[in-house]
């Protein structure tokens, strides 16, 4: 534990972690340090770590039940691990500002994704406060979207998905397993109480209670409001590098601009009951 050292990146996002060996069993004294990083920092990333499939799951169990993704290629041997395998990504689904599955009853903690190969130049992964998102607003537009609602599914997602040959799932299958979500623009993080953003332009399909030109022009703002860099953080992989972001208060972008190979293994985790 004394080893363990926090280094952030900026101010509002982002740390790296060092002086931790994931290939080992840890303490419960270095997950709760891991635990309270994320907390304050929101994405925390680590170095260097050559960890197999079964450590890479045994780490994010330390963190919550593992959530497995409805949809996506998965790793033939451990089907619990999302495989993200791109050479070509302009236009992909991860190039553009999202949480990850918040059409889901309850979406997920968080994701710990590995570098398992990268290109030589470009991949990286730009993460996002969506606590900040939400405090830099006005306190007009605050008290506007406080009050608001936002229903979120997973059709043009998996729409995109099956025509990029990505999934294989049925879309009207899918749809019935997993119906429109009505949740609201802005929540209380369960651990922090803080209040964030909580709309993503992957599974926010439209506002809820207002005029479709209404809808059509608050929620562009906001979507668009996410991507402001003053509360972003860049990270730069390497090959073994580890990312590990809380879902519930973060969204992220995977920059487009590689024409190798990047292969990402991502586990997802859910809140403990």
Avoid at 236 to 261: C, G, K, L, M
Wanted: charged letters at 25%; aromatic letters at 8%.
């Amino acid at each position: 534990m004394s080893s363990l050292h926090i280094r952030p990146l900026t101010s509002d996002i982002g740390a790296e972690i060092y002086g931790v060996d994931l290939r080992e069993e840890l303490d419960a004294a270095v997950v709760a340090a891991i635990r309270r990083a994320l907390l304050d920092h929101l994405v925390v990333f680590f170095r260097d770590q050559a960890i197999t499939p079964d450590q890479h799951l045994a780490f994010a169990r330390r963190f919550g039940p593992i959530n497995v993704a409805p949809f996506g290629p998965k790793l033939d041997t451990h089907p619990a691990i999302t495989v993200l395998d791109q050479v070509a990504p302009v236009g992909g689904l991860a190039a553009r500002w999202h949480s990850d599955n918040t059409y889901m009853p309850n979406p997920p903690l968080g994701s710990v994704l590995r570098a398992v190969a990268m290109p030589e130049v470009g991949g990286d992964t730009c993460f996002a406060n969506m606590y900040k998102a939400y405090e830099e607003l006005s306190e007009p537009m605050r008290a506007l979207v406080d009050g608001l609602e936002a229903a979120h599914d997973l059709t043009y997602t998996l729409t995109r998905a099956i025509d990029e040959g990505l999934a294989r799932e049925h879309l009207e299958t899918m749809q019935s397993q997993y119906p429109e979500l009505i949740r609201p623009v802005v929540r209380a993080h369960p651990e922090t109480g803080r209040r964030a953003l909580f709309v993503n332009s992957n599974f926010t399909s439209r506002l809820v209670g207002v005029s479709e030109a209404e809808s059509s022009v608050l929620l562009s703002f906001l979507l668009n409001h996410v991507r402001s860099p003053e509360f972003q953080c860049r990270f730069r992989w390497a090959t073994d590098s580890i990312a590990f972001w809380d879902n519930r208060a973060v969204q992220h972008f995977a920059v487009p601009d590689y024409t190798e190979r990047r292969l990402m293994h991502r586990v997802t985790v859910d809140e403990w009951d």
